[in-house]
């Protein structure tokens, strides 16, 4: 996963553990590629919420300025990749407007 991930951002290292665990090494990814919208087909509602939101992009994992950075987006192929690497912890959506889940890897 460092191979895929550390091309677009950083890897910024943490130790966590529970109660009846030792201390365990992981990493979270912080994104640095920021990708604009497709002015065209990408709106927000009278609220300022985004309403709809397309990218002519290559970019693997990337945030956008128009979401005020909020989320976190990827292409089709990492999201072929993590479904093919059983990889959980991640909610994925299709509709990139929707609050629904369509491809849930949570743990």
Same mark, same amino acid.
Request: aromatic share 12%.
């Given at each position: ?12 290292? $943490?130790?966590?553990?529970?109660? #009846?665990? +030792? *201390? ?5 990814? #912080?994104?640095?590629? $920021? $990708? *604009? =919208?497709?002015?065209? =087909?990408? =709106? ?6 985004? +309403? ?11 945030? =956008? ?13 990492? %999201?072929?990749?993590?479904? +093919? #690497? ?8 299709? #509709?990139? +407007?929707?609050?629904?889940? %369509? ?5």
């Amino acid at each position: 996963m460092k191979d895929v991930l550390e091309p677009h951002g950083e890897l910024l290292p $943490v130790v966590y553990s529970s109660e #009846n665990e +030792a *201390p365990k090494e992981g990493a979270i990814f #912080n994104p640095l590629k $920021v $990708v *604009p =919208t497709n002015e065209r =087909t990408s =709106t927000k509602d009278s609220f300022g919420e985004v +309403a709809s939101l397309f990218f002519d992009t290559e970019e693997v994992i990337f945030k =956008t300025d128009f979401d005020d950075y909020f989320g976190l987006y990827c292409s089709n192929e990492f %999201q072929r990749f993590i479904k +093919a #690497n059983e990889l959980t912890g991640l909610e994925m959506r299709e #509709n990139l +407007a929707s609050n629904e889940a %369509q491809i849930n890897t949570r743990m």
